[in-house]
């Protein structure tokens, strides 16, 4: 280890635990896009790390701080991960103030990086934004009494993070290790109207079963990033390797040279992406909005880009996937109607590539999945945001379900 290059210098408060809090191996709470817990717990396992789905936007673990490195690197569904700091009994405020401060914070924050509170819950009647600034008061007030000196606050989380989880009367103080949410992978440079989550994008191909196993078309692409999520999977690419920022940089015993060897041996288990990839959209600037971020993402070189009507995208190969993001009408405007047409284009033009191949819609429509006129093979929901959407997967190559793809709009039924 090149010491110089560790950034993180603060000596250990005398009778801390200093590194040793860091090694200890807590709970671990990994966030994500409600409906996506299953894809997460997978890809938890995936890594060798047990999983239990413990909420719809929550998949708790057990790790190191070390660990939470890793996966912040490697966990392509995750939002964030949360390391458990402590936890108590907490009925009142007096209650939450005397817990935080019996915490050893002076192991882990530093006082020369700023922290932010953030409460997801609170009790004893208190609200969120009550329990997170008594928690920093507290948190100010510990570190002040052990090291003589506490660390800035901040509203951002720019520095290191602190997430305040108070239910009944169990009050959980986590470490978020992530900070500011892992959907930002770093490769965003241009957006269009409406861009799909990054963490969202990925989340759906491998709930899917997309490995990169065949070729993959994403028309309707916008900014990209189903194309490029396909690709960074399909290459092995580590979601975490362009970001430069993550909160756990922020704590005690953070080491540079470590984590950038964990970022080579990611990068060093890369592979080219094996199959085609086409990304079309009948708008030019969202095409070159794509090219930019794929550029950025380092696949620009694997995706075929097009500007192309829907009917009219390149094919990508025998067997492909067609992986689709139609406009969600409240969200970029287009009534109901309009939406209607939108889905029925895209059954036709499924229909008309349908070779073996398979097809995924995300839809924030619940009710459009006849209007595409396919047997469905799988309906699954997902939330980008407040917004409910459905993944709508379709095996390509079996007979259409022309009973479906006869009735009107009228006779649509909840799906
Ligand atoms: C919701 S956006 C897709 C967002 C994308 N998933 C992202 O992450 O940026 C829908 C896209 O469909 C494109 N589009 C709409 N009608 C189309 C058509 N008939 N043919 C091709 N593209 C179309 C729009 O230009 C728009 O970029």
Not at 266 to 293: F, H, K, L, Q, Y
Not at 294 to 299: E, I, L, M, S, Y
């Amino acid at each position: 280890m090149n010491a110089h290059r560790s950034h993180n210098t603060e000596p250990a408060a005398a009778g801390s635990s200093g590194d040793a809090g860091r090694a200890g191996v807590a709970a671990l709470a990994v966030t994500c896009a409600r409906g996506l817990a299953p894809v997460l717990a997978d890809e938890l396992r995936a890594v060798g790390r047990a999983a239990v789905v413990v909420e719809e936007t929550c998949v708790e673990s057990r790790g190191t701080l070390a660990d939470c490195e890793e996966l912040n690197l490697r966990l392509r569904t995750a939002h964030r991960v949360l390391w458990l700091w402590g936890e108590f009994e907490a009925g009142s405020e007096a209650d939450l103030y005397r817990g935080v401060k019996g915490l050893a914070w002076e192991d882990v924050l530093r006082t020369d990086r700023p922290f932010m509170v953030r409460a997801a819950s609170s009790g004893a009647g208190m609200s969120e934004r009550a329990a997170a600034l008594r928690t920093k008061d507290a948190i100010a007030d510990r570190m002040r009494s052990r090291l003589g000196r506490r660390p800035d606050s901040t509203s951002k989380p720019h520095g290191a993070v602190v997430v305040v989880h108070w239910v009944a009367s169990r009050c959980r103080l986590f470490l978020d290790t992530s900070g500011v949410p892992l959907s930002f992978r770093g490769y965003r440079r241009r957006a269009v109207a409406a861009p799909l989550r990054e963490t969202l994008a990925a989340g759906v191909l491998l709930g899917a079963g997309w490995r990169g196993q065949a070729p993959l078309a994403n028309p309707m692409c916008g900014s990209g990033t189903i194309a490029i999520e396909a690709a960074w999977i399909a290459a092995r690419r580590a979601p975490g390797v362009l970001r430069r920022s993550f909160a756990f940089m922020n704590l005690r015993g953070f080491d540079a040279d470590a984590w950038e060897d964990r970022r080579r041996r990611a990068a060093a288990e890369e592979r080219p992406v094996g199959v085609p990839i086409v990304a079309a959209d009948v708008d030019g600037a969202a095409v070159a909005a794509a090219r930019a971020n794929a550029r950025a993402a380092g696949v620009e070189d694997a995706i075929r880009l097009a500007v192309a009507e829907l009917a009219d995208t390149p094919p990508a190969g025998r067997g492909a996937w067609y992986v689709l993001n139609p406009a969600w009408g409240m969200r970029i405007g287009g009534g109901e109607e309009e939406v209607a047409v939108t889905h029925a284009a895209i059954g036709r033009f499924l229909r008309a590539r349908a070779d073996g191949g398979r097809a995924v819609v995300i839809s924030g429509h619940l009710r459009m999945s006849r209007r595409i006129g396919l047997r469905l093979a799988r309906r699954w929901t997902v939330f980008h945001g407040p917004v409910e959407c459905r993944v709508l997967e379709f095996e390509l190559g079996g007979p259409p379900d022309r009973s479906a793809a006869a009735s009107g709009f009228e006779r649509y039924g909840p799906v």
